[in-house]
């Protein structure tokens, strides 16, 4: 099956530009996150999707980020407007109902720079 | 100070050699969690311990569940296996914005 899938790979933009990010889960994955890692920090968690619905957006860091899982397929993740801070790699992952944590295949990232 | 401490944040070394990646976490855990991160790729889980210790290939992992402490062991070491080995600790059935992240090991086989 293919893995989970992520666009762009690499994004550079200026500060107080707006970038949009997607995740494509791997089909029939209810179950989506969003995580970040910042430069030199730890993976840190963003939000989590069951099909099209917000489960819990707690790691959600301010309302310049916005998520979305339209039909509960593919996600986006839309900064507007993006901060020098926001800089780092977004890495989205998938995984079936009722799984647990270690279960999550995680997609390759996106590298985003606020310059 | 995180909760998930892990050694050394950079580690290089010799083809051939043994390497050991070191996680302590200092919160109540059911199950930590070992994952590889490929220069430019994304992220593969490697293991999942509860207790004591699982081998995969030349890859093995221990925890001591007492002491809150964790060891990647990688024998035989090759330049493939160059990448950034992140812990992470959660209840198994938490949810994931529970999981704490260490920050990674930093890992680069020379040939």
Redesign the interface.
Known sequence: EA??T?FP?HSVIEKGQTVTLRCDPISGHDNL?WYRRVM??????LL?FVKESK??E??MPNNRFLAERTGGTYSTLKVQPAELEDSGVY?C?SSRSGT???E??????TRLTVT | K?E?EQSPQNLTAQEGEFITINCSYSVGIS?L?W?QQHP??????LF?LSSGKKKHGRLIATINIQEKHSSLHITASHPRDSAVY?C?V?E??????K??????TRLSIRP
């Not at chain 1, 999550?104 to 990232?109: A, I, L, N, R, T």
């Not at chain 2, 430019?40 to 889980?45: K, L, N, P, R």
């Not at chain 2, 198994?92 to 914005?97: G, M």
Request: glycine share 18%.
């Open positions: 893995g989970v992520q790979s996150y030199g920090k730890e993976i840190k968690f989590h489960q819990d707690s790691g890495f992952a647990v944590f270690y999550q295949y995680f997609g390759p990232g | 995180n998930v199950a969690h994952l430019g790729g994304g992220i593969v889980s999942m992140i992470a959660a198994p059935y938490s949810s994931a914005s999981i704490i992240f260490g920050s990674g």
